[in-house]
Every structure is written in C-alpha cells, then in structure tokens.
C-alpha cells in the first residue's frame, strides 16, 4: 500500500511539472469563476464565534513554582490516568493543579472534586464554554510563576515536571518546549514525534507567567492553538528541549483533531486566524521577516486541510476573505517568503486572488509530503473545485 501511495506522488509531481503545471493553470481559469463574497456570507457556512478575545487579568499573586492548568470536559475514561501522572511528580519546588471542569455530563466533576481534597489542587466547576474558556479560567486564578498546559486526556512521564522546570530556570527564554510520545487510546505509549516545530499546541511546554499578561485563547473557537504564531512566537522566545519527550499525546476518537475533516466548524481555522490578526496592533504587535515565514504556511495547505468538510462555493468565498486578511497585514506587503517550491505560488495566489493557482500549488505540495494536507483531499479538492 506505501508504494502504491509514493508511485501516486511521483506521478502527480511529474504532471505537476513545469510546463503541465502552467497550461493546468491555463486550463481551469476557462470556468474558475470567483465570487468576491463577504465574511457575512462565509458566516452562513460556519458562524464566526463572537467575543473570541478575552485579555487574561491574573488573580492572584504568585505562591508557587509552578501552575499546572488541566481542562477537562466528558473524558471520565482518561481523567484518572492523567491526574495522577501529575500529582505523583517529584519536584523539588512547590506546585498546584488547577482542574478546570468545562460543564462535563459524565463522571468527569467528580473524578475532579475527589482530587480537590489535596491541598495543592483547585478544582473550578463552570458551564460549558470550551477548551479556551477552560484554559482562561485556569489562567486568571493561577498563583504559579511558571505556567503549564496538559490536556485531560493526556499523561506526562515521571520527572517531566522537574526537567522542564529545570531547563526554563537555567535559560534567559520565555518559554521552553519538549516533544512528545503518541499514545494510544488505551494508554501504550508509542513513538516520539519528530516535527515538534510543527505543532501550535501550548501543551508540551512551560511559560514564565509574564507570557499569558494581557493575552488569552481565543474563546468559542477550534484552533486555538493559532495564538502560538500569530500573537506568541513574534514576541516571545523559545527554548526547544527536544531530547525531552516527557509528554504523552492521547490519539482517541472524537477528538477535535479526528473531527475537523467532517465538520464544517473547521472554518474556525480561518475565523480565529482573522481574528488573532485584527486584534495585532491592539498588543503592539508588528510582524517581521521571521514572522511571515512562520504565519505565512497558515494561508495554504494547512487552511485547506481543516476546512474539508466544505463544499466548493463555501472554499472559494473562504479563499476571497483570505485574501483580504492576508493583504491587509501592512508588513507583509514589503516582504516574500523564503520558502521555495510552490510556496512561492501560495503567496502569488494570495496576492491576486488566483484561486485555480492556489488550489493547484496546495496539491502539488501535498504531493511533496508537505503536512496540512493530505494527498488525497487535494485530490479531491482540485477535481471538484468547479462543483
């Protein structure tokens, strides 16, 4: 089956060559008509989430080392697994969990509340606002001057806590990342994942407190992880700890991840990713030459590949107010990418609203393995991209 996929790739990235590639082009702008539609009528495809922006305001003052915040929300079946892979820790500082349970219907409150008799861990009950709205309400009430993000269905190995801890206090960074393990749904622990860089997940990391002053998930939303590039990454610096792989990431059904390909909710790609830049210069944030080459990727295949569950009409109108927002970023008008291939083509489509262009570069780099996007999406996504 591997081979019968790779020879699928040379075939497709040898009719993607130049000159096929051109005359493609040429060929489907003959009936590649775009309808310049606004965000209002994206928004009847998959409503924008309202009031996603919420600044964190700190609480409390600082009486511990460090702040562990778990969300949790219908996960009765893991909870147990990942609070005491937490609570067990050997740490030489003093630590608090903060269990956020998001309006859970099963066992998943209680489970909380009985670890909420040891002292060193808060449980907070609220109605159901999201992963976002759970994390945020860790965040306000957190007295940790280090701050750490686990998912509920998720573990941490034995002495995570103390390398992270260690490797953040010896460095001048903000912030300090470890890759992980997969896991699977009944708790084997796999293989470490190699493209750490790769993933926006706040989870598998520590921030000093400072980080999270006057920021916040976007709430309501999928795709929070789009803070990391957009708001994060160009104002703060990180520490990569690759040789730690402490982290255990669960692979269970139902999951947002296993979701998105069938959810029309995956347009929150887009919504957030707006949101997030809209709101830049309201932080004082100016992006640079760095940072297009990190939030640039974030138009293309990756966009593309969340928002699957879309049909054709919907696509091209997201394509359009893509457009818009990446052309409304002033920096990054002065500056191209660096990156090579058919990115380079990414960045022309975005510029002149060449839909036929961007589709077309999207399968040809999810023909080079490029993640995001799988091959077979960008398949169908480009024969059906008159439907």
């Not at 493609?24 to 009031?51: E, Q």
């Not at 990391?205 to 709430?219: I, K």
């Not at 309501?220 to 708001?231: K, S, T, V």
Request: hydrophobic content about 40%; charged content about 25%; glycine content about 8%.
């Amino acid at each position: 089956m591997l081979q019968i996929l790779n020879l699928i790739k040379k075939a497709i990235k040898l009719i993607l060559s130049s000159p096929i590639y051109d005359g493609l082009l040429r060929l489907s702008r003959r009936s590649d008509a775009i309808s310049y539609a606004s965000k209002a009528k994206l928004g009847m495809v998959s409503k924008r989430p309202s009031n996603m922006f919420m600044p964190i305001v700190f609480n409390e003052g600082v009486s511990y080392d460090i702040s562990i915040i778990v969300p949790v929300y219908n996960v009765e079946k893991y909870l147990k697994p990942c609070l005491e892979s937490i609570v067990t820790q050997k740490f030489s500082g003093k630590f608090e969990v903060i269990i956020v349970d998001d309006g859970s219907k099963d066992d998943s409150g209680a489970i909380a509340d009985s670890y909420g008799l040891m002292p060193n861990v808060l449980v907070i009950h609220q109605v159901n606002g999201g992963l976002s709205a759970a994390r945020n309400a860790g965040l306000r009430v957190s007295r940790g001057k280090y701050i750490m993000f686990v998912d509920s269905d998720d573990m941490i190995g034995p002495g995570y806590l103390e390398a992270m801890w260690s490797r953040l206090d010896q460095t001048s960074a903000d912030f300090v990342t470890s890759t992980f393990r997969y896991m699977s749904d009944d708790g084997l622990v796999g293989e470490i994942e190699n493209d750490r860089a790769s993933w926006m997940v706040p989870w598998g990391r520590l921030y000093r407190r400072e980080v999270w002053n006057r920021l916040g998930f976007p709430v309501g939303a999928w795709y929070e992880d789009l803070i990391h590039p957009l708001w994060i990454d160009c104002r703060f610096n990180d520490e990569p700890c690759y040789d730690l792989s402490g982290y255990y990431y669960r692979i269970r059904p139902g999951s947002i991840m296993q979701s998105t390909p069938t959810n029309v909710k995956g347009l929150d790609s887009y919504w957030v990713l707006d949101e997030l830049i809209s709101y830049r210069s309201k932080l004082g944030i100016s992006y640079s030459q760095e940072d297009f080459d990190r939030i640039f990727p974030l138009f293309g295949p990756l966009l593309l590949g969340r928002t699957v569950a879309l049909d054709n009409g919907a696509r091209k109108t997201m394509f359009t107010c893509c457009c818009d927002t990446f052309n409304s970023i002033d920096e990054f008008s002065m500056v191209s990418t660096s990156m090579n291939g058919r990115w380079k083509d990414i960045e022309r489509a975005l510029r002149t609203s060449d839909y036929s262009r961007y589709l077309l570069a999207s399968l040809s780099l999810a023909a080079d393995g490029v993640t995001g996007l799988s091959l077979s999406d960008a398949i169908h996504i480009w024969v059906n991209r008159n439907r």
